[in-house]
């Protein structure tokens, strides 16, 4: 079954930089668009970013575009999302999911309804 594992948060200060990771397993990663998601406290979970099982083609929702950059590695089965110029608006905990869909949609429909534990981003003032 679909299995992921996110990892790379922590708590940093405005403006910081941080690298999280995704390993994936339990379907042909190298096939799937793959996406980023967040779920901050008291609210529903939003896609971030995705990107298409070749690298080509990029999506990000408008509030981190020019500060996230998504991208993957089809040989170690893992995606990342390089985030710059944090802010406190960002803190959430942060999933990935593949999807059968296209990256301006996020992915679309996820492959398992089973989301992975997500990796926890605090940003402080």
């Known amino acids: 079954q679909v299995q992921l594992a996110e990892s790379g948060g922590g708590s940093i200060q405005t403006g910081g930089s941080m690298r999280l990771s995704c390993v994936a397993s339990?379907?042909?990663?190298?096939?799937?668009?793959m996406a980023w998601f967040r779920q901050a406290p008291g609210k529903g979970r939003e896609g971030v970013a995705a990107?298409?099982?070749?690298?080509?083609?990029?999506y990000y929702t408008d509030s981190v575009k020019g500060r996230f950059t998504i991208s993957r590695d089809n040989v170690r089965n893992t995606l990342y999302l390089q985030m710059d110029s944090l802010n406190p608006e960002d803190t959430a905990t942060y999933y990935c999911?593949?999807?059968?869909?296209?990256?301006?949609?996020?992915?679309?429909?996820?492959?398992?309804?089973?989301w992975g534990q997500g990796t926890l981003v605090t940003v402080f003032s």
């Open positions: 999911a593949p999807g059968r869909g296209v990256p301006r949609k996020f992915c679309g429909e996820t492959l398992s309804e089973t």
């Open positions: 339990g379907f042909q990663y190298s096939t799937h668009c």
């Open positions: 990107i298409s099982p070749g690298h080509s083609i990029t």
